[in-house]
């Protein structure tokens, strides 16, 4: 009796288990791609394409100065189509050698391709732009590359170890939306923009083009990320989050490229799964009843906060002030910024984003599932 009691138990636990973990599975499959339904509902108004070509992509510098490609209200809904890298110029077939040539002939600019700027009406320095990804679509390849070490030793974790550059081309099934690596490894899509912007803080310490000093509304490198969002290459950016970037220049001026289609935290060689969009669908809303200092990232499950740095112990320190701060200022639960600090060292998770764009990276990820109480922000 006690062993059939026993077994009993087992298959409840077996049976209780199995239900928990197609509990998970739901949990994880979440809603429909690019579902905002988290967030508070606002208007859509009219809705815009921006098409990818030499007049309106720009390759590797941000200019303020640069003619607006498109004029939005806020509320609008705009699908971006993005190039892929040095003006389309990286194309299957190439070799890493013609690679290493079209990463040295933009000097200090990035390699990045960016559909822009977009003006959108009522964005005044001062104010916050939240950026709402609807909707990702790929086009039909991607690649993966290292520089080689020897000749760009700095550029990668690992760069004195490969000293050779290594180029790699992905056809993508798009009915799947996965790439064969290689026969036995099959990675599922997971598509962001690693480069998104508005325009540039005046006081962004980047060198500008052509060694400007004195002008600081010269362009900036895409390169490095800072206060208006750039290179910041943080793979929760996916459809169906927001972005929030403090304004620098009237009317926003939102770019975007540099179009990943996957990427582990880290991006240690230096690429992700590069890929370009079709269309990034996304919905900018001009917000003056709030205040950002650096890109801010919410989720359906989590709140982000971001840091970088030269030094990644600082991108480090930066990203957990803003995670301590926005708790600390957050209405939800209050607290005191003791307490806050204690939240993010027990409840936090601070990834390394990157540690390839000259200005390394950190988020740190604070789950919407500790606030039991946790309405629409």
């Not at 996957?262 to 230096?270: A, I, S, T």
Request: aromatic letters at 8%.
């Amino acid at each position: 009796m006690l062993q059939m009691l026993t077994w009993k138990k087992i298959a409840a636990g077996v049976v209780f288990v199995s239900l928990a973990s197609a509990v998970v599975i739901a949990q994880q499959q979440g809603p429909a791609r690019g579902n905002h339904e988290w967030a508070p509902p606002v208007p859509q108004g009219k809705h815009h394409n921006l098409a990818a070509t030499l007049e309106t992509v720009q390759w590797g510098w941000l200019d303020p100065r640069e003619k607006p490609k498109l004029v939005v209200e806020s509320g609008d809904t705009v699908s971006i189509e993005t190039m892929m890298h040095s003006h389309d110029k990286v194309q299957p077939g190439m070799t890493i050698e013609q690679a290493v040539d079209l990463r040295k002939a933009n000097p200090g600019g990035g390699p990045h391709s960016m559909t822009g700027p977009i003006f959108v009406n009522g964005a005044e320095p001062g104010d916050v732009l939240e950026i709402r990804i609807l909707r990702i679509e790929p086009k039909a390849w991607a690649v993966n590359f290292n520089l080689p070490g020897k000749d760009f030793p700095t550029i990668g974790a690992l760069a004195a170890e490969m000293p050779e550059g290594h180029i790699k081309f992905f056809p993508i099934d798009l009915e799947k939306r996965t790439v064969e690596f290689k026969p036995g490894i099959v990675l599922d899509l997971q598509p962001f923009p690693g480069t998104f912007a508005v325009g540039i803080d005046p006081e962004d310490p980047a060198p500008r083009k052509g060694g400007v000093k004195d002008d600081p509304l010269a362009p900036v490198s895409t390169l490095r990320p800072w206060k208006n969002g750039s290179n910041m290459d943080i793979n929760e950016l996916q459809e169906g989050s927001t972005i929030f970037l403090p304004v620098f220049q009237r009317g926003g001026l939102i770019w975007t490229g540099d179009s990943h289609c996957r990427q582990g935290n880290g991006e240690v060689n230096l690429t992700a799964l590069e890929c370009s969009y079709k269309e990034i669908r996304i919905q900018p809303i001009v917000r003056k009843d709030m205040k950002v200092s650096w890109p801010f990232i919410e989720t359906r499950t989590h709140w982000i906060a971001t840091g970088f740095n030269e030094d990644l112990n600082v991108a480090m320190v930066n990203a957990t002030r803003e995670a301590v701060d926005w708790l600390a200022n957050q209405k939800i639960v209050p607290m005191s910024r003791y307490e806050a600090y204690g939240l993010v060292s027990m409840a936090g998770d601070c990834r390394v984003s990157q540690v390839v764009d000259v200005r390394k990276g950190v988020h740190c990820m604070i789950p919407k599932s500790i606030f039991t109480n946790l309405q629409r922000s």
